[in-house]
């Protein structure tokens, strides 16, 4: 059973730290997104990748959030430097596209973040 | 631009009773529509999704949904509730284009349902 895999599931860490999510997507999947989830905006696309290229980050704060797809079987989100309004549960999403079909987006089981 | 508006941010039922939920979109394309299914502290996990063809789309665990053009409507139904479909329901919307084009997904801001024995 192919499923989308996030690391860590929960991180707490202090202002000003770094932090790198990882994410998985399943194999063969050609398009990866990220989702933030907090109590106030509910779920928010932050960026996505096709083909391990970037497509769209508007959603993500540029001066601090990073995306990349070193490869094809790890997506990473960074926040550096970190602050208290970050924290969120942070969604890794991954799906097929292309021509003429458009698979289902497939969740991972996120990574909840506090940060102090 | 798309949006999606889900009508109660709590639902609260019977065990055994009828489940529906509420959705409206806005798409300047034919969409894609999906329901998910949130457990506490879980992913999102798909419950139905309707693309073309049929409009009435049957999903996991008992539940369904109609697409219905002229009322930019696609709610979630389920005649019989279970205890274990405690869980929050986002709709989320999609425009799809050909070739290369973007599918991310819009969500609404969920419904969280109860089930009451």
């Known amino acids: 059973d192919a499923r989308v895999t996030q690391t860590p599931r929960h991180k707490v860490t202090e202002m000003g730290q770094e932090v790198t999510m990882r994410c998985q997507p399943i194999?063969?999947?050609?398009?990866v997104f990220w989702y933030r989830q907090t109590m106030m905006q509910g779920l928010e696309l932050l960026a996505y990748?096709?083909?391990?290229?970037?497509?769209?980050d508007s959603g993500m704060p540029k001066d601090r959030f990073s995306a990349e797809m070193p490869d094809a079987t790890l997506a990473t989100l960074k926040i550096q430097p970190s602050e208290p309004r970050d924290s969120a549960v942070y969604f890794c999403?991954?799906?097929?596209?292309?021509?003429?079909?458009?698979?289902?987006?497939?969740f991972g089981p996120g990574t909840r973040l506090t940060v102090l | 631009a798309q949006s999606v508006t889900q009508l109660g941010s709590h639902v609260s039922v019977s065990e055994g009773a009828l489940v529906l939920l509420r959705c409206n979109y806005s798409s300047s394309v034919p969409p894609y529509l999906f329901w998910y299914v949130q457990y506490p502290n879980q992913g999102l996990q798909l419950l139905l999704k309707?693309?073309?063809?049929?409009?009435l789309v049957k999903g996991i665990n008992g539940f369904e949904a109609e697409f219905k053009k002229s009322e930019t409507s696609f709610h979630l139904t389920k005649p019989s509730a279970h205890m274990s479909d405690a869980a929050e329901y986002f709709c989320a919307v999609s425009e799809v284009y050909s070739g290369a084009g973007s599918y991310q997904l819009t969500f609404g801001k969920g419904t969280k349902l109860s089930v009451i024995p």
């Open positions: 999403a991954s799906g097929l596209k292309r021509d003429g079909y458009t698979d289902t987006q497939y």
């Open positions: 194999l063969g999947h050609n398009t």
């Open positions: 990748f096709r083909n391990r290229a970037p497509l769209d």
């Open positions: 309707y693309t073309t063809g049929a409009t």
